[in-house]
């Protein structure tokens, strides 16, 4: 029945084909369906074109240094520790995000009555619609007193461990606090995702398990978390995509510092590309920094693009498995 | 052996227990250790934070949570035997994570409303902040001039990405070409593009080459770029709705490709597609990072989308929030409360619209 349908639907519509202004009209929604095309093609010609000079008067040191000086002839300027910044950020956003939104989206398919699942899907959906300007206000004047209490804590009795080691005395504006608000943003999208693909676990495998007498633990781990797998990493993924390009929230509450922090995770300090771009925007000296900006955006996009790239792939590659 | 002795009080047993699970059934013995597994470490750990000057986050993470996994897996291991262990732990952990998340975002809607409520007055929603510094108090001065750019970046906006979005969904859904899959993959990349470097793209071809000023304008096509994967997969979803009944009777009357798309599917799914706009919309309204790069700053009214740099809510915010004056950041949280009621509207008539899209 379906497909006798779409069989008629198609001849049907080659038969109209032969009309002119149908074609005028597919030209022009095929010409409207490349923008999106078009657009990443002009973002990376563009920012691509404005890094050349940036490159010839940078080389390779561009990307292998970490200073942001342009008083010297020529600026000696490298992003290194700005885009290892923003992966360790990204990265202590995934160690807080990824346990809670996997055991968040647990929660809400396989524990909770239906009707308190459906409020925290409404209350995931609100979380994940808050602007970021308006979490970096939130995390400026609410978590930054509470998370620099943890932080003393932490330090105190695990400072020993030398990703918690902190000389300066100062908690405030460190990778820690960046990285957590940025799990915040991070936890919808994870749980959406991850709630989506668990929920599509076969209710039969479910029940069979269960007949079986599998435990939860034993059914999660055999059952549900395999068959969603593909899922789960591809939203992580989406999600680190997002932490990598954040700007605004991470601006209010990380320390900006010229110099590369590789592990101190609570030393005040750090580095991000996407706010090093509007932090030094403001105060751009001249066309040749706002050619180093472009340059560093560029770097930015290409990032982000790739981890985008892939987690598309692995999202639909799964859903084509699933069916 | 006696298979068919008739016993009266098993086939009751049986009966009662017809209806649902009987294996989802909780015995007495159950519901009273998981009882006791909740109540008596919340107990300890109350009287700990009242009598001792432990700081409570040692008192959450170090003492309460190993305190709860133990006593949530003795009352499993007693009741499901070792199995249950596992289990306990799944859910003992499952729920903190949800209460953390929950806690999270009471903290932020809280706060917004706590703080924010002392700024909101009419004349904050109408005046301008033309004569206000950040010292001045909150009798005087506005966002008004933000409110007015916010709605002109976002029209403009909505008027460039929203024609584009939706033909990109038509051909995906109506024209069906080769290169479905690719458009899919690219709408799918360019909603990664991360918000700054549509602005830094934007301030690079219309900015830089002094075709424009920071503007309305230029704001609007930053925020179109972040816009249109949302229209144009909201839109591809909705019309994949539209049931093929319409389209093969349109074509069957004679009506020409054409025809049928712009006058029989698009008006069929016209609810659902004002969902994707206001989706869109709501996708953008918070962005920052753009604005500062391709619209600037104002203190006055602008109603010029080209002319001169513009303010909008966002960047008000983004200003105000590190001053040293107490106003100047109360005015930074009273419009952030402005900010997501605009958009828990926006969400709630996109939910309210998209309840009645199907098959209308």
């Given at each position: ?323 | ?284 309204i918070g962005e920052t990072a753009p604005l500062l790069l391709a619209a600037g700053n104002n203190d006055q009214t602008v109603v010029n989308p080209f002319g001169s740099p513009i303010s909008s809510v966002p960047t008000y915010i983004f200003n105000n929030v590190a001053l040293p004056y107490p106003d100047a950041v109360a005015r930074a949280w009273g419009s952030a409360l402005v900010l997501i009621i605009l958009v828990a509207i926006l969400f709630t008539l ?11």
């Amino acid at each position: 029945m379906v497909e006798g349908s779409q069989l008629q639907l198609r001849d049907l519509q080659s038969a109209a084909t032969s009309h002119r202004g149908d074609r005028v009209f597919t030209r022009t929604v095929a010409g409207a369906a490349f923008t999106s095309l078009a657009v990443l093609a002009g973002i990376a010609l563009f920012l691509g074109f404005q890094a050349i000079p940036a490159f010839q008067t940078q080389g390779l040191s561009f990307i292998t240094t970490t200073g942001w000086d342009i008083n010297t002839n020529p600026p000696t300027v490298g992003i290194f520790g700005m885009l290892y910044g923003s992966v360790l950020l990204a990265f202590i956003g995934l160690v807080i995000a990824v346990p809670a939104a996997v055991l968040l989206a647990i929660f809400m398919v396989f524990l909770s009555p239906p009707r308190l699942s459906k409020i925290l899907t409404n209350l995931i959906d609100l979380m994940a619609a808050i602007p970021s300007v308006i979490l970096g206000l939130w995390a400026f004047y609410i978590l930054n007193p509470t998370a620099e209490e943890w932080q003393v804590l932490l330090n105190k009795y695990l400072g020993w461990i030398p990703i918690f080691e902190n000389t300066s005395g100062n908690f405030l504006g460190t990778p820690f606090i960046a990285g957590f608000v940025l799990a915040i943003m991070m936890i919808p999208i994870i749980t959406a995702v991850t709630r989506e693909v668990l929920s599509r676990t076969p209710p039969e495998l479910v029940n069979a398990s269960e007949a079986l007498g599998c435990s939860l633990w034993t059914m999660l781990r055999y059952v549900a978390l395999p068959y969603g797998r593909g899922g789960i990493v591809g939203g992580i993924m989406l999600g680190l995509g997002r932490a990598l390009g954040e700007t605004i929230a991470v601006f209010f509450v990380l320390k900006l510092v010229y110099e590369t922090n590789w592990d101190k995770i609570i030393e005040s300090g750090g580095g991000s590309v996407a706010t090093l771009i509007v932090s030094r925007f403001g105060e751009v000296s001249g066309p040749s920094e706002l050619q180093l900006l472009l340059a560093a955006g560029f770097f930015l996009f290409i990032m982000t693009l790739v981890v985008n790239v892939i987690a598309n792939l692995i999202v639909s590659r799964t859903g084509r498995l699933q069916k | 052996m006696s298979t068919s002795t008739f016993d009266p009080a098993a086939l009751e047993q049986l009966q009662q227990q017809k209806s649902g699970r009987p294996w989802r059934k909780k015995p007495t013995r159950f519901t009273a250790s998981v009882a006791l597994a909740v109540v008596i470490p919340a107990l300890l750990v109350a009287a700990l934070f009242l009598t001792s000057d432990i700081p409570v986050p040692i008192l959450l993470v170090v003492i309460y949570l190993p305190l709860q996994l133990i006593a949530s897996g003795i009352a499993a291991w007693a009741t499901k035997g070792t199995r249950g262990i596992a289990d306990s732990v799944i859910i003992v952990n499952a729920i903190g994570a949800s209460l953390f998340s929950v806690v999270v975002l009471v903290s932020v809607i809280g706060s917004l409303v706590v703080r924010g409520l002392r700024a909101l007055s009419p004349h904050f929603l109408f005046q301008n902040s033309v004569y206000i510094s950040p010292s001045t108090p909150l009798d005087y001065g506005g966002i008004g001039h933000s409110l007015v750019g916010t709605l002109l970046i976002v029209f403009i906006a909505s008027l460039i990405s929203v024609p584009i979005g939706i033909a990109t969904a038509v051909y995906i859904t109506e024209v069906r070409g080769r290169a479905v899959p690719y458009v899919r993959f690219f709408v799918q990349a360019m909603s990664g593009v991360p918000s700054v470097v549509a602005g830094l793209f934007i301030l690079t071809i219309v900015v830089a080459t002094g075709a424009f000023n920071q503007s309305a304008f230029a704001g609007g096509l930053a925020y179109a770029i972040l816009m249109l994967p949302t229209v144009a997969r909201t839109a591809e979803e909705v019309l994949k709705l539209v049931p093929d009944d319409l389209r093969t009777g349109a074509l069957a009357l004679g009506s020409t490709r054409a025809r049928t798309v712009l006058r029989v599917v698009i008006p069929a799914a016209r609810t659902g597609i004002i969902t994707a706009v206001i989706l869109g919309v709501a996708r953008v309204i918070g962005e920052t990072a753009p604005l500062l790069l391709a619209a600037g700053n104002n203190d006055q009214t602008v109603v010029n989308p080209f002319g001169s740099p513009i303010s909008s809510v966002p960047t008000y915010i983004f200003n105000n929030v590190a001053l040293p004056y107490p106003d100047a950041v109360a005015r930074a949280w009273g419009s952030a409360l402005v900010l997501i009621i605009l958009v828990a509207i926006l969400f709630t008539l996109a939910r309210v619209l998209g309840r009645g899209r199907v098959g209308r």
